[in-house]
């Protein structure tokens, strides 16, 4: 089956926004950076997604005339086989992926990016109920503190553990890196 993988809003956005930490940039990095690796290694095309405010001014980080919608430092180059521009959670509501992954005959996609429980898993859940087969790899995706609602909180590590174990059998195959690239290279 041909595979996609997506690296959503992995871009330089996020660092100015007041949640940012940069305390699991590093392990983030390296698993998103060995999952662009290995498929750049197997052929596997890669679809840049970046999340935009195409409205907003040179003081919203997420608007293009910002100059931060780019990669985020620290991210493997790679020759992206298209690159799309979102403006809602998913990559999959008005950039017109989708009909680029039916023209390529993509029939399974490896979800990977910023942020866990927001974008990718939007993505992930609406891929699953369009009829992709999907991969999440937890350890490619990078979140940031939250409160719960009694306003305790909500740890990065945890809220990947909950987004796993939401999707997993459901709307997903949740894998680590070297099993998802183990995966889709034994096809």
């Given at each position: 089956?041909?595979?996609?993988?997506?690296?959503?809003?992995?871009?330089?956005s996020f660092t100015r926004r007041p949640y940012?930490?940069?305390?699991?940039?590093?392990?983030?990095?390296?698993?998103?950076?060995?999952?662009?690796e290995g498929c750049q290694d197997q052929g596997?095309?890669?679809?840049?997604?970046?999340?935009?405010?195409?409205?907003?001014?040179?003081?919203?980080?997420?608007?293009?005339?910002?100059?931060?919608?780019?990669?985020?430092?620290?991210?493997?180059?790679?020759?992206?086989?298209?690159?799309?521009?979102?403006?809602?959670?998913?990559?999959?509501?008005?950039?017109?992926?989708?009909?680029?992954?039916?023209?390529?005959?993509?029939?399974?996609?490896?979800?990977?990016?910023?942020?866990?429980?927001?974008?990718?898993?939007?993505?992930?859940?609406?891929a699953s109920d369009l009829g992709w087969q999907?991969?999440?790899?937890?350890?490619?995706?990078?979140?940031?503190?939250?409160?719960?609602?009694?306003?305790?909180?909500?740890?990065?590590?945890?809220?990947?553990?909950?987004?796993?174990?939401?999707?997993?059998?459901?709307?997903?195959?949740?894998?680590?890196?070297?099993?998802?690239?183990?995966?889709?290279?034994?096809?």
């Amino acid at each position: 089956m041909r595979t996609a993988l997506l690296v959503i809003d992995v871009q330089e956005s996020f660092t100015r926004r007041p949640y940012f930490s940069d305390a699991d940039v590093p392990a983030f990095l390296a698993a998103q950076n060995r999952l662009i690796e290995g498929c750049q290694d197997q052929g596997i095309p890669i679809v840049r997604v970046l999340h935009v405010s195409p409205d907003g001014d040179a003081g919203d980080p997420f608007a293009p005339a910002s100059g931060l919608v780019r990669p985020l430092e620290g991210l493997r180059g790679f020759d992206a086989a298209t690159t799309v521009h979102k403006t809602r959670h998913s990559a999959l509501v008005g950039t017109g992926l989708d009909v680029w992954l039916v023209q390529q005959g993509i029939g399974r996609i490896v979800v990977s990016g910023i942020r866990t429980e927001q974008c990718c898993e939007t993505t992930a859940r609406h891929a699953s109920d369009l009829g992709w087969q999907v991969l999440f790899v937890p350890e490619a995706t990078l979140s940031f503190r939250m409160s719960l609602p009694d306003g305790s909180p909500f740890l990065p590590a945890d809220i990947r553990a909950r987004t796993a174990s939401v999707l997993q059998g459901r709307f997903a195959q949740v894998l680590g890196v070297e099993d998802t690239l183990a995966h889709v290279c034994a096809e």
